[in-house]
């Protein structure tokens, strides 16, 4: 006999719709069991699940003070004492609570899934009792501890996720792929395929941490004429600067003082706010901009999705004071989060 501890915190995978409206519902997480049960009987004979609903919400409106809610409840049930933990969870904030107990669950001896659906339960097209039999047979067979995100793309093979690999859905669509498009495992007719990513091994300890993420990060989009002026830097501790795919933002005075990075890099050191850059992959050659905003005083967060490095950052700036420490956690790779 198996036993799972399910997290239930709403979502689309936790809600119904009704009149046009789709919300959360009472009943849909009873669903989500009831009806694995019912198409899975074979799957779900050794199976023992144990519920809690620490929160419930459209993952639209989570903040990094839901993390913490989440992370007590699962640690309270002492995770351990089971074969896995499967959360489920909403879509649009997927990517970032993935990397987030992708980093803080680091040392956990079980594996942890996300189960997401792009529709709810009832709707013919929902993938999430799909994702949700995957994660079970995940830990009733690979049994590998870390974070995953199983999740079918409409029309596409069921994919394994690392945690904090995985980016947010693709625009105007509910697909979800992992950074270069390179997952985990495939998954289908229950069975697990290797993609050929190694498993994760960890190679330095890591401090204690607690489940701190602060909310003092200011992340920033590029986009052609954006203006800086608009920003304020009062309540913040460090910048997460977005970059265009090539690891690049706007370096130049050509357009004024408003709508140069360079600029504002300026404006932050002197208010003594450290700006970050990501995503970015390290190599021998860069472009002239990107050189001319690290050599400007900001750091790049190399090899990370920017997902994964806003998290690591805001876990970061919780629980260390020191620029040296935050340094030292940002570089380590945790959780298998670095692409090379």
């Known amino acids: 006999m198996k036993h799972i501890l399910v997290v239930f915190t709403g979502g689309t995978i936790g809600s119904s719709a009704s009149e046009g409206t789709i919300k959360p519902s009472d009943a849909a997480p009873f669903m989500l069991l009831n009806e ?3 198409r899975f009987p074979e799957a779900a004979k050794d199976i023992a699940f144990e519920s809690i609903e620490p929160i419930r919400l459209l993952s639209e409106n989570l903040a990094p003070a839901a993390w913490p809610v989440i992370i007590e409840a699962i640690e309270a049930k002492q995770p351990e004492r089971y074969d896995g933990v499967i959360v489920t969870h909403g879509t649009d904030t997927l990517a970032y609570t993935a990397a987030a107990f992708s980093f803080y669950f ?3 001896k079980v594996p942890l899934l996300l189960v997401s659906s792009d529709y709810p339960l009832d709707h013919p097209k929902a993938n999430g009792l799909d ?20 999740y079918r793309n409409q029309g596409q093979t069921l994919q394994v996720h690392r945690g904090a690999r995985l980016a947010s859905s693709l625009q105007l669509s509910g697909d979800f792929y992992s950074v270069q498009g390179q ?3 495939a998954y289908a007719g229950g069975r697990f395929v290797r993609t050929g990513m190694p498993a994760f091994e960890r190679q330095a300890e890591l401090p204690e941490l607690k489940p ?5 990060i200011l992340m ?30 706007c370096s130049t005075l050509q357009w004024g003082d408003k709508h140069s990075l360079l600029a504002f890099i300026k404006r932050c050191r002197q ?5 970050y850059l990501a995503p970015a992959r390290k190599s021998p050659d860069a472009y002239e901009s990107t050189w001319c905003l690290l050599d400007a005083g900001a750091e790049m967060i190399w090899n990370l999705s920017i997902e994964a490095a806003y998290v690591k950052l805001a876990l970061a700036y919780g629980n260390f004071q020191e620029g040296q420490d935050i340094a030292a956690f940002l570089a380590v790779d945790m959780a298998g989060e ?3």
């Not at 701190?212 to 003092?216: A, H, K, N, T, W």
């Not at 989009?221 to 265009?244: E, I, K, N, T, W």
């Not at 208010?271 to 700006?275: H, M, W, Y």
């Open 36 to 38: 694995f049960q019912r």
């Open 106 to 108: 680091h040392g956990l």
């Open 131 to 150: 994702n949700f039999h995957c994660a079970v047979d995940f830990i009733r067979e690979i049994k590998e501890p870390g974070v995953f995100v199983p």
């Open 183 to 185: 997952s985990y495992m």
């Open 212 to 216: 701190l993420f602060s909310g003092r």
């Open 220 to 249: 920033i989009r590029p986009y052609p004429g954006l203006d800086y002026a608009h920003f304020s830097l009062d309540g913040v501790d460090a910048v997460l600067h977005d970059l265009y795919h090539s690891g690049t933002a």
């Open 271 to 275: 208010q003594g706010v450290k700006v």
């Open 338 to 340: 670095h692409v090379h």
